[in-house]
């Protein structure tokens, strides 16, 4: 049943797709590829990525979600990276895309990093950061430093990425389910590779297992012009993600994350060579 909360839901993605898409190319590129195919993509997930501030935290990106009548469905902790996350669903609507946010915990950082971030928060009017639609505001503070972000990735290339792009889709996330001539995972990273895409290779270019009911890959971040105070320079934006899914034992599909695999997936917005 379409209600309207329903279509609020796909109102949200339209417009985060539509400013991932602008910005990063090889997610367009790849959704046409499939398209060329005769797919129908459709979206697994939706990840962001903030800090643990009270200001903007999980909580805080998760409002707008919320209100469209998604609800909290599973947490994770991620201890080497610092980070926690949780997933929110939307009941009954089958094809709506899963929400992933995560937050890095910054009191586990150095007084440097966590003084860099407390400074950029208190530079920003404070009505913005409560705005629901902050998730649509990209970087709220301006401008950046090249030798901030230099400084940030040596502790945390995550702290560094929130850093420089802020609040908006980290990444899109391709349900293989619902293709319907690429048959699996793999079939879909040889079609990546095929046509010059470069995959996360971090852990293997499958993440997960059969087993563990969830398999994962992605192409690397693209590398794009951003302006900082000291010129311009080329770094990570964001990346495309590709999710098959499993039935369990009683044939309900899974419908969380796995730890494990995540904690590889994070590393497609890390430098690589071209
Ligand atoms: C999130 C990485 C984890 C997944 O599907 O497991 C993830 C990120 O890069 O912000 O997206
Ligand atoms: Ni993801």
Redesign the pocket.
Known sequence: MENITSMEYKKIFNRLWDAYAEQNVSAKRVKELFESKGETVVN????FRTYNDPRVNIEKLARIFKDAGYVEKGAYDFEAKKLKAKHYELPGVEDAPRV?ISELLLEEFSPELQETVKKALDSVDQKALDDKELVFKGRPWNPVSYKTYEKLREESEYAAWVYVYGYRA??F?VSVDYLEHIGDIKAVNQLLKDNGFKLNSSGGEVKGTKEQLLK?S?IMADIIPVQFEEGEYHIPACYY?F?QRFEDENGERYSG?IAKS?DK?FESTNYYKK
């Open positions: 697994d997930h939706v990840a992933f980290n990444h996330t994962q992605s993600e999710a994350f995540a997936i």
